[in-house]
């Protein structure tokens, strides 16, 4: 009889384990390159290339600080675009991403970095105000300010969330809804919607992966 009732709890943990505990496989990103990537999102100039990590950069934050990549040196961080005086798509991207904020608010190795696509408008002190209105942590998430080119260099060719910018009115800020996940090791690992709040739990969730899995 104690044969039967430990050989019966030694097939209930090993049932346990295979169904309930995550397999290694489940807890692996993908590490995206231009190849994997839609035509709409990878510049002509990239295409096709096997490999990919994200470029040296330099912006202002809202504090009037200096913001590079030794800022994100061995960090995961996420990245979105957007301008304070968006009033469609940016008011969801912004709130969708205060729940990455607070999720991993005492976390330093996570950290957010939004790119103003309007610097002519969204100088330091507009960037700051905006921090303010929005509850942001100025040591978690820098809302960054610089030459537009630079902007847009790093939106094509360092995060794909554009693959070309209109040259015409309004339409030539760069208006996308993707927010871009990048590992320790400054490689793309995901992108997502932004405006949708399932896609920013889906976004939290592969962060915990890189975070506590360490499967890269």
């Known amino acids: 009889m104690k044969k039967k009732l430990i050989l019966f709890i030694t097939i209930c943990f090993l049932a346990?384990?295979?169904?309930?505990?995550?397999?290694?496989?489940?807890?692996?990103?993908?590490i995206f390159t231009p190849s994997d990537l839609r035509s709409n999102l990878v510049h002509p100039s990239l295409a096709g290339k096997t490999e990919h990590t994200v470029p040296d950069f330099s912006f202002t934050d809202q504090n009037g600080n200096?913001?590079?990549e030794q800022t994100v040196n061995n960090k995961i961080y996420v990245v979105d675009f957007f301008?304070?005086?968006c009033p469609s798509i940016c008011i969801d991207l912004t709130n969708n991403l205060?729940?990455?904020q607070s999720t991993f608010i005492d976390n330093n190795d996570v950290l957010i970095l939004s790119h103003s696509v309007d610097p002519k408008i969204d100088d330091i002190e507009r960037l700051k105000k905006y921090a303010s209105i929005n509850n942001i942590n100025n040591e978690k998430w820098f809302l960054l300010t610089g030459p537009i080119e630079e902007t847009i260099r790093m939106a094509q060719l360092g995060y794909f969330a554009i693959a070309s910018v209109p040259n015409h009115g309004e339409?030539?800020?760069i208006h996308t809804e993707n927010v871009i996940l990048i590992d320790q090791h400054r490689k793309i690992r995901g992108i997502y919607n932004g405006t949708s709040p399932l896609e920013i739990s889906y976004l939290i969730d592969d962060i915990k992966k890189l975070l506590y899995y360490w499967i890269i």
């Open 83 to 85: 301008f304070t005086s």
């Open 16 to 30: 346990l384990w295979y169904f309930i505990i995550p397999k290694e496989e489940e807890f692996v990103l993908p």
């Open 98 to 100: 205060k729940e990455v």
């Open 171 to 173: 339409d030539s800020l």
């Open 66 to 68: 200096t913001v590079t």
